[in-house]
């Protein structure tokens, strides 16, 4: 249980971590993971699957995974804005008290971003990896915790953001975060 | 790090394992290898997700173990315009919490304008640029990805090489916002042996600049307003052209009963403050002429100034004998008697009076005349080196030449770079070239409009690359369409910006600097009456880890380009504490104080007790006389006397389209700053009540704004406060760059809409185009 919750986890932040050689590389092994794991998935998988086929090599795709994260993430239009204090604090800018909390919570769990791949720590993918980290840990109760307090508010404003810019890949993956993390909720409710 | 045949085998496991996948739709494979190995790594044991992960394994601590709440001051300086004033930035846990201003600095008050209060929302915008990148489809099309920086540099060193190689080091031009990174950003220019290097003072004050040096021999001439009593400008807009020290000096003589006059197609903030003349457009220099006619005639004018420290000014009166205020009534539409009024009253409160020589001139193609008529009627009255007129800067190589003031001059210290290649061709636009207007235009700044012409036309040589610094052409410059066609002919193109802006957006390779305060800056010399020190040190840590400042960015490029001896330091506080030395100062005291000005010494005007003072050491022109007439001048353009020339004007229902400053924005660099954006996102167009009603068009309408080649949407304003003739916008709206988010596409761009005219000293021209305007 634990170890598929982090690599499930893990997966995410692969994805919406800025497009790595390694994940792009290995985006079908993603692909394979959630459609074994998120039964539910399967609908959106396809066009992935197809993406994978397109650009069979890792830099033609790796190009592609930037003409997408670029506008969707970073610069431009700016679609869905990756860091929650962006969502959470009234003035709309970074580094706010979200970040500092997630911050500190990283801290408590013994985290620190580290120096070579510096990212703020309410980054998506940061917060996405954080988890993969305590579930491989076996840290349920602060996987919870965090769950509850910091990654699903932050979830819930920003997928729909996501699955709107009907980018290929990145607004699938969030449409299979949300089955597996938002929806099996409102399923339990 | 991987050998060549680990890499192959790489490739091919990974491509086998593909070929599998694809084959048998992934089935027998062990599919988890690529997570499980980033997540446990080798040894099976819980790591940092190494490769793509950002966090490390560190020992636990409490979660708010360093949230104090305390607050603490770092004194630095403001550069959300380039007057940059100095600040106190106040910081809380590690964040920017407010800046105000520098109460160490009685110049400036302590105070700051919008715009520096809005420094925090640039610094934590979402929207700024965080990594390199390099653009991967067409220029334009936004398509880029994110690169190491060892990456960046070496794409932009090899494709320099290649232009180089192909075309000589001049076809690669340099162009920037005139400021501290100039020293950095301009060895890599020079480096490679090119002459083509430039800043934006062309789009503003340069004219101004040649009026100064042709005069004086020195541009460093400033305003004393504050003790002025009697102010008249020529189209400047204190109040909403902020300039925080100038800004405070203007409320200062007014405050004081001094009579404020200014000259201006609309009716802006300041001529709020005092007279609003309405002037015809592009013909301020007959209003001036006019003046001086008037004085003259009158006998009023300063006869021992003019015998003592001046010459050629016999050919001045010959030329403005017959600029009588009758002429200048028919060619400005002031009433001779306002025109007559106006002089006497100059005349009465000279010396304390200041005709004002302006901010971003370049209006029409002589401007440069204009701003020599205007110190020339200054000088009439020999409004010099006194308290409420005009003065030379006194930094410390002046003050060194006054017995008594040269225990207050400490001089910085320059850092020393080997000789740089001499270029072998001359510059593009001619600068430094006597015989031609080029001879006339200051080398350090030159004719920036003339880079997309040289892309353009391959006229006199072509431009193959450009670097551009903090600086946005497609904004900045006049008729941005060409702007635009210029920057796609290039071979390469290299942005430096806090934002993705209208020209990065071009770029094929995009270089993000950090903000100013994060950063360390070359120390500053910002001496007005008395000298004066600023130091820009950094506030808080980067807020986005990759980007740099540029004095490390150039640094870095130039090592990879090998020309790394120009930049002999190893880091900012190193230069700055060299820069500091031989002035008996230290990096720690400027943190302390962020301004240094010497304790105890009062604003030296040389001829506030002594009218007959010498002026030779400030002076540098021929036998140290301030020149009416200029043989320069006349040598470079055959004008050494001012001529008025008359330019057209609007025919019926075509207007002259002008534009100016705001107090909240600062021209093409903060339409997207979050606190600004809110304040003012789009600008509207001014049109006068009585011809939108000929229009049929009424406020807040929407409008085609054309000029016959361009045309631009917009919304009207209505208003009795702008001349019938006459439409205007504030500059910096019509953002093109989808990267700006908040600006993107909301108002005018009003340099869409002017042709690139370049004027007779490299200048652009920002007045001279006729738009027509009909409902949308
Ligand atoms: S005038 Fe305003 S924006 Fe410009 S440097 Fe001063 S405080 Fe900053």
Sequence with gaps: MNEKTAELYLSFAGIFHRPHPEVADNLEELIELWQEEIPESKVYIKEMEDYCQEYPLVDNRLNALWEHYIPLFEVGDIEAVPYASVYFDDNGLVLGREAEEVRGFYRSCGYEIGNERQELPDHLAVELEFLALLASEGKIQQLLEFEENHLKPFLRLVLPLIIKSKRPVYSNAAKILEIWKLNSDRKGD | ?776
């Design chain 2, 1 to 776: 790090m991987l050998t060549p045949v680990v890499i192959i085998l790489k490739i091919c496991e990974n491509n086998l394992k593909k070929l599998v996948i694809f084959l048998f739709g992934g089935k027998g494979v062990n599919r988890r290898q690529f997570i499980k190995r980033a997540l446990y790594g080798a040894g099976g044991t819980a790591v940092a997700i190494s490769g793509f992960g950002a966090l490390t394994k560190a020992a636990p601590k409490p979660a708010l173990a360093t949230a104090t709440n305390e607050e603490t001051t770092v004194f630095s300086s403001c550069e959300m315009c380039r007057n940059q004033c100095p600040v106190a930035v106040k910081v809380v846990d590690g964040k920017v919490s407010k800046i105000e201003g520098n109460p160490n600095d009685s110049g400036f008050g302590g105070v700051i304008c919008a715009r520096g209060n809005s420094g925090p929302s640039m610094l934590y915008d979402p929207q700024r640029l965080k990594k390199p990148m390099i653009r991967t489809g067409e220029r334009g099309s936004g398509k880029y990805k994110e690169v190491s920086w060892d990456e960046a540099y070496t794409y932009i060193a090899e494709k320099v090489k290649e232009l180089q190689q192909k075309y000589g080091g001049e076809s690669v031009a340099f162009a920037s916002r005139k400021g501290p990174h100039d020293w950095f950003f301009r060895a890599i220019g020079k480096g490679i042996g090119s002459p083509n290097i430039f800043s934006h003072e062309a789009t503003c004050p340069m004219t101004r600049s040649v009026a100064l040096h042709s005069m004086f021999g020195s541009e460093a001439i400033a305003a004393d307003y504050g003790n002025a009593k009697y102010i008249v400008s020529v189209g400047r807009n204190w109040l909403e052209g902020i300039h925080v020290a100038q800004t405070r000096s203007i409320m200062k003589a007014i405050d004081n009963g001094a009579k404020i006059v200014v000259l201006d197609p609309r009716f802006s903030v300041t001529a709020s403050k005092g007279e609003w003349i309405p002037i015809k457009g592009a013909t301020d220099l007959a209003f001036v002429m006019a003046m001086a006619n008037v004085i003259i005639a009158d006998g009023t004018y300063d006869k021992d100034f003019i015998e003592r420290y001046t010459s050629g000014f016999d050919k001045w009166q010959v030329e403005v004998k017959d600029k009588t205020p009758e002429w200048a009534e028919k060619e400005t539409g002031i009433p001779k008697d306002t025109i007559i009024r106006i002089a006497r009253e100059f005349v009465k409160h000279s010396p304390k009076a200041i005709l004002d020589f302006g901010w971003r001139t370049g209006i029409t193609p002589n401007d440069y005349q204009l701003r020599r008529a205007i110190m020339f009627v200054n000088m009439m009255m020999g409004n010099f080196e006194v308290p409420g007129g005009y003065y030379h800067k006194k930094y410390a190589a002046v003050l060194k030449k006054f017995p008594e003031m040269s225990s207050y001059a400490k001089t910085l210290g320059d850092i020393y770079q080997p000789a740089f290649p001499k270029p072998s061709t001359y510059r593009i636009d001619g600068t430094g070239i006597k015989g031609i207007p080029g001879q006339l235009i200051p080398e350090g700044d030159g004719a920036v409009s003339q880079i997309p012409e040289s892309i353009l036309t391959g006229q006199p040589y072509p431009i193959k690359g450009w670097f551009v610094h903090r600086f946005n052409p497609v904004i900045s410059v006049t008729e941005s369409d060409r702007i635009i066609e210029a920057l796609k002919k290039l071979d390469l193109l290299v942005v430096c910006d806090i934002y993705m802006t209208d020209t990065a957006m071009f770029a094929d390779v995009i270089l993000p600097e950090c903000s100013y305060l994060e950063r360390y800056d070359k120390v500053f010399d910002m001496s007005g009456k008395t000298p004066k020190y600023v130091l820009r040190q950094p506030a808080v840590e980067l807020v986005y880890p990759d980007t740099k400042p540029s004095w490390q960015i150039y640094k870095e490029l130039a090592v990879k380009m090998g020309l790394g001896h120009y930049f002999p330091y190893e880091d900012m506080e190193e230069f700055i504490s060299r820069q500091l030395a031989p002035a008996g100062l230290t990096l720690d005291y400027m943190k302390q104080k962020g301004v240094w000005t010497p304790e105890g010494m009062k604003p030296f005007y040389i001829r506030a007790n002594d009218h007959t003072a010498s002026l030779d050491d400030i002076v540098h022109r021929t036998d140290s006389k301030i020149e009416f007439y200029s043989e320069e001048v006349e040598e470079a353009t055959k004008q050494g006397i001012p001529k008025y020339e008359q330019y057209p004007q609007p025919q019926e229902g075509e207007f002259r389209f002008v534009q100016g400053k705001v107090a909240v924005h600062t021209n093409a660099g903060t339409a997207n700053v979050p606190v600004l954006n809110e304040l003012m996102p789009e600008n509207s167009l001014w049109i006068n009540q009585e011809s939108a009603n000929k229009l049929g068009i009424r406020e807040g309408e929407d409008i085609i704004i054309s000029n016959g080649k361009y045309e631009h949407k917009g919304k009207a304003k209505v208003t009795q406060g702008i001349r019938p003739d006459t439409v205007f916008c504030y500059h910096g709206f019509g953002r093109i760059s989808p990267g700006l988010k908040r600006a993107y596409g909301k108002g005018i761009n009003g340099n869409k809409l002017i042709n690139n005219v370049i004027g007779e000293v490299g200048n652009v021209c920002t007045s001279m185009s006729f738009v027509t305007v009909k409902k949308a």
